[in-house]
């Protein structure tokens, strides 16, 4: 399975999009700083997850949220999991 997800910092309004194939393991990789593009604005939440069978599937969906670019249609998808 290929995963994508939005991580929300803790400590500022910053959201990052990827995906990944092994979710757990990336989202560790976040957590301890070992990403550069996130290392700055720790500590993070998951505010979402969907799960795709291909890389290709989820990297298109990646984009897609992506786009939106923390407009509506952001919001309403980070809304609909969090209540």
Do not use: C, D
Request: proline share 1%.
């Amino acid at each position: 399975m290929f995963y994508v997800y939005v991580l929300k910092s803790v400590s500022s309004n910053h959201y990052y999009t990827g995906h990944t194939s092994k979710l757990q393991e990336r989202l560790s990789h976040h957590s301890s700083g070992l990403v550069k593009s996130t290392k700055k604005y720790l500590p993070w939440e998951i505010v979402y997850t969907e799960a795709f069978k291909t890389k290709s599937e989820a990297y298109k969906r990646e984009l897609q949220i992506k786009s939106y670019k923390g407009g509506n249609a952001f919001k309403k998808l980070i809304n609909s999991v969090s209540g």
